[in-house]
């Protein structure tokens, strides 16, 4: 006899090992990139030959600049999810596959970090 | 997939991908999984555009240099067209979540759609920025 539940010793055995996790977690970013891409691209062609200048006057104002770090997370956290889609998918060694999507992580907060971090120091110049 | 301890003999495989002639929902599902890991290239593009203008202008302006570049425009255009495919074609997927659009022919011809609208928007884009119309925020 276990305290557990069935309900509870079974949860999380599936092939994915998370429930519908990862796939809601994907849809919730999806919806959320809609808008914040359709910005992306707007203000994108706006800033087409412009000067440092003009780029460091639309990137210092806080709407612009929290939109973009709001594209640019919700961007990396989408990615991290799809790409561990595609390595799962194609890679069926599970130390390759454990190590693959770990460096795929690590990438997305990296890349994040980075982005964010130039937005901030931009803000405070 | 677990690791199997002893591996199946290889039997052959239907050849769907190289002989047989692709539906268009296939050919948007590969396009759709394709432009998602373009775009995760892409947002080092992203990253290294925001790290350049941080940079001061010497920095911002030799990035500007390589992209204006022949290989540099023709790397943004797959860049602006991967993700106008992504977001149209995402919206379409989003629609099936909610169950809309699962007839053979809705889906055949939304497929259609979504490869002519990306297409349109990319080049669109890229028209309005060498005809003078883009830089409205200079």
Redesign the interface.
């Known amino acids: 006899m276990s305290l557990e539940t069935p309900l509870k010793q079974t949860a999380g055995l599936g092939?994915a090992h998370s429930g519908v996790g990862h796939f809601w977690r994907q849809?919730v970013s999806?919806?959320a990139?809609?808008p914040l891409?359709?910005w992306f691209?707007i203000?994108a062609?706006?800033?087409?030959?412009?000067?440092?200048?003009?780029?460091?006057i639309?990137?210092s104002n806080p709407l612009n600049a929290v939109l973009?770090a709001a594209f640019?997370v919700a961007?990396?956290y989408h990615?991290a999810l799809?790409?561990q889609e595609?390595i799962v998918d194609y890679v069926?060694?599970?130390g390759l596959r454990f190590a693959l999507v770990m460096l795929d992580y690590a990438?997305a907060f990296a890349?994040a970090a980075?982005?964010v971090?130039?937005?901030l120091?931009?803000a405070v110049? | 997939m677990a690791d199997h301890p002893h591996k199946p003999a290889a039997r052959p495989l239907s050849p769907f991908v190289t002989v047989f002639r692709w539906p268009i929902t296939m050919a948007t599902s590969i396009v759709h999984r394709a432009t998602g890991v373009a775009l995760a290239g892409g947002t080092i593009l992203i990253a290294w555009w925001l790290f350049a203008a941080a940079n001061g202008p010497e920095a911002y302006n030799q990035f500007a240099g390589l992209i204006e570049t022949l290989p540099g425009q023709i790397v943004l255009f797959g860049f602006v067209w991967s993700l106008a495919y992504h977001l149209v074609n995402g919206i379409r997927h989003l629609a099936w979540d909610l169950g809309y659009g699962f007839e053979i022919r809705t889906a055949s011809v939304t497929g259609v759609v979504v490869l002519v609208v990306s297409v349109v928007l990319a080049t669109g884009a890229f028209a309005l920025a060498w005809l003078g119309q883009g830089g409205y925020y200079r």
């Open positions: 092939a849809r999806a919806v990139l809609i891409a359709v691209a203000s062609l706006g800033l087409v030959g412009a000067r440092e200048a003009a780029v460091l639309f990137l973009m640019v961007s990396l990615m799809g790409i595609v069926p060694q599970s990438f890349v980075a982005s971090f130039s937005l120091r931009i110049s």
